[in-house]
C-alpha cells in the first residue's frame, strides 16, 4: 500500500469522524433515538453521534414561544356567539416528553385552548366576559399548564387578544356608552352648576357680613363721637360757670376791703352780670344776689 493511498484513508477517517461530531447551540436541545428507541437528550455543547447507530430523532427549541390561534365562535351563558382569538404563550421544559407525548403539540394545544375557552366562557354572561379577561386568562393558563405537563410544555400565560362580539350587540353597546357618557356629562355639569350656586351664595353672606360689621363699626364710631362732644360742651359748661363765680367772688373781695356803698356793690355787681352773659356759656344762672342787686339797680334809675 502505496503513501498516497494510506493519506486518503486517514483523510476519509478524519472527514468521517469529524462528521460525526455535532454541536448543539445554545438554548436547543437534541433528542438522540439508539436503534430506532430514546437514548439521551443533548444539551448545549459538542457531541459524538456513532454512526448507522444513533441518530437526531428530534431537535427541540426550549426558548419561549407564542402560538398565535385563528378566531373560535363562543357561546356566553346568555346566548350571545362572539369571536374570540388568543394567544399562547410557552415553553418546552422535557425534550422527550414534547417528542414522544403527542404528536402536532401546537395543534394539541389549539384544540385544547379552543375546549377550555368554550367551557369557561360559557359560564360567564357577555358583560362578565367583556369585563372579565383577567379571570378568563387566568382559568385558562392553568387548565392548559395541568394537561400540557405531560407533553414536556409549560404554558406562561395566555391571552384574549379579541372579543368580537355580534354587530348588532355592538351596536348596542356603543348606544348605552354614549347614553352613559351623556349622563355623566349632566351629572358632572349640574355638580358644577351646585358648586358654583354655592360660592354665589357664600360670597354674598360674607358681603352682607362685612358690611353689617362696617355699619356697625361706623355706628359706634358715631356715637363714641357724640357722647364725647357732650362731654366736652359739659366741662365748658362748667368751666365757664367756675370763672364767673370765680370773678364775682374776686369783685366781693375787692368791695369788701374798699368798704362801698350799696349803690357801687350794685353797679359792680350789674357788670359782672354783663360779663357774665357776654362770655361763650350756653348756660348762666344768676345768683339770687345778683338778681337782688338788678333790683336795687332798676330802682335807682327810677329815682333818677
Not at 138 to 163: F, M, P
Not at 185 to 210: D, F, N, T
Request: aromatic share 4%; glycine share 4%.
Amino acid at each position: 500500500m502505496g503513501p498516497f493511498v494510506t493519506f486518503t484513508i486517514i483523510i476519509i477517517v478524519l472527514i468521517f469522524i469529524i462528521s460525526c461530531i455535532r454541536i448543539v447551540p445554545q438554548s436547543q436541545m437534541y433528542v438522540i433515538e439508539k436503534l430506532g428507541a430514546f437514548d439521551t437528550v443533548w444539551d448545549t455543547g459538542i457531541h459524538f453521534l456513532i454512526p448507522f447507530i444513533c441518530r437526531i430523532a428530534k431537535k427541540v427549541s426550549i426558548k419561549e414561544q407564542v402560538a398565535d390561534f385563528k378566531p373560535q365562535p363562543v357561546i356566553t351563558k346568555d346566548n350571545v356567539t362572539m369571536q374570540i382569538d388568543t394567544v399562547v404563550f410557552f415553553q418546552i421544559t422535557d425534550a422527550k416528553l414534547y417528542a414522544y407525548g403527542v404528536e402536532r403539540p401546537l395543534s394539541a394545544i389549539e384544540n385544547l385552548t379552543s375546549t377550555s375557552l368554550r367551557n369557561i366562557v360559557g359560564d360567564l354572561e357577555l358583560d362578565q366576559t367583556l369585563t372579565s379577561r383577567d379571570v378568563i386568562n387566568s382559568n385558562i393558563t392553568a387548565t392548559l399548564d395541568r394537561a400540557t405537563d405531560r407533553w414536556g410544555i409549560k404554558v406562561l400565560r395566555v391571552e384574549l387578544k379579541n372579543i368580537l362580539p355580534p354587530r348588532e350587540i355592538q351596536d348596542a353597546m356603543e348606544k348605552q356608552m354614549k347614553a352613559e357618557r351623556e349622563r355623566r356629562e349632566k351629572i358632572l355639569q349640574a355638580e358644577g352648576e351646585k358648586k358654583s350656586a354655592i360660592l354665589i351664595a357664600e360670597g354674598e353672606k360674607e358681603s352682607k357680613i362685612l358690611r353689617a360689621e362696617a355699619e356697625k363699626a361706623t355706628a359706634v364710631l358715631k356715637a363714641e363721637g357724640e357722647k364725647e362732644k357732650k362731654r366736652l360742651e359739659a366741662e365748658g359748661e362748667s368751666i365757664s360757670i367756675n370763672l364767673t363765680q370765680r370773678a364775682l367772688a374776686d369783685s366781693l373781695i375787692m368791695l369788701n376791703e374798699s368798704k362801698p356803698t350799696d349803690q357801687v356793690i350794685a353797679l359792680k355787681a350789674l357788670e359782672a352780670f354783663k360779663e357774665a352773659a357776654n362770655g361763650q356759656a350756653t348756660k348762666i344762672i344768676i345768683p339770687s344776689q345778683i338778681q337782688g342787686v338788678a333790683g336795687l339797680a332798676t330802682s335807682i334809675k327810677e329815682l333818677l
